[in-house]
């Protein structure tokens, strides 16, 4: 299986068709060799695109796993959110809404009258 999934990332010319053989590479197995190190190069360059497919499949687990590598920012967090909340992700919008509250909390906002 791994070795089809590493064939299907290199291969792949189609750019979800490659992003969904890294994720799935990249969440198969621990471990440090040459093809983890790829899917993690991969996936770090793509981490938006990446979050979009978690997000979209409420994969919650998978996200945690994406979130504690620290390859994105609050400017991306709420990227993520925003996606989560248009596309009708509750489990995924929850998630991240912890995520920004441990990471960054939320700002209280004044409104003069």
């Known amino acids: ?3 089809e999934t590493y064939h299907r990332f290199r291969s792949a010319r189609q750019e979800p068709v490659r992003l969904q053989a890294a994720l799935d590479g990249f969440f198969a197995f621990d471990g440090e060799d040459e093809r983890q190190k790829e899917y993690t190069f991969y996936l770090k360059k793509r ?5 979009e497919v978690l997000i979209r499949s409420q994969q919650i687990e998978q996200m945690e796993i994406l979130a504690e590598q620290g390859w994105y ?3 991306e ?4 959110i925003r996606t989560a909340r ?3 992700r509750l489990q995924a919008l929850v998630w991240l809404m912890k995520e920004k509250n441990d990471r960054y909390g939320y700002e209280d906002r004044e409104y003069d009258l």
């Open 1 to 3: 299986m791994e070795d």
């Open 47 to 51: 981490i938006r695109p990446a979050m």
């Open 73 to 75: 920012g609050k400017k």
């Open 77 to 80: 967090l709420e990227t993520f």
């Open 86 to 88: 248009e596309e009708g």
